[in-house]
């Protein structure tokens, strides 16, 4: 095997290792681990929601303002926040690679209220 050869083996071997180590600690999420979204009202803005995104449990996004919209505007209920955060928990579970994210359109679809 001539030195360029044995460069470019290791060197994907490396890519190699480096890609099946990375899916397994992300696909880890996914089975056996509980997502869930939890609506909350701010202590500091009384009127004012937003959600938490849980994983087993734990905090792992404090969402207060409307995602997708342009400023810092609170969700208007705790409804509106709860149906945001379940949607963002199932696409959390679907893709657990991406940080799940929402559009204007999926906020419409959902029927959150928004600026």
């Known amino acids: ?37 939890r609506a909350f009202e701010w202590p ?8 938490y995104m849980l994983v087993d449990g734990d905090t792992v996004i404090r969402q207060a303002c409307i995602p997708a919209i342009q400023g810092k505007y609170a969700f208007a209920s705790l ?8 949607c963002m928990a199932r696409r959390f ?12 359109h999926d906020l419409d679809s959902l029927g959150i209220k928004h600026p």
Do not use: Y
Request: net charge positive.
């Open 1 to 37: 095997m001539t030195r360029t050869n044995w460069i470019l083996f290791a060197g994907s071997l490396l890519i190699l290792i480096f890609v099946l180590v990375r899916n397994n600690r992300h696909h880890a999420k996914r089975p056996g681990h509980e997502v869930t979204a």
């Open 44 to 51: 500091e803005r009384p009127g004012a929601f937003g959600f």
């Open 79 to 86: 409804e509106d926040a709860q149906k945001t955060g379940d």
């Open 93 to 104: 579970v679907a893709k657990p690679i991406e940080l799940p994210t929402l559009t204007v």
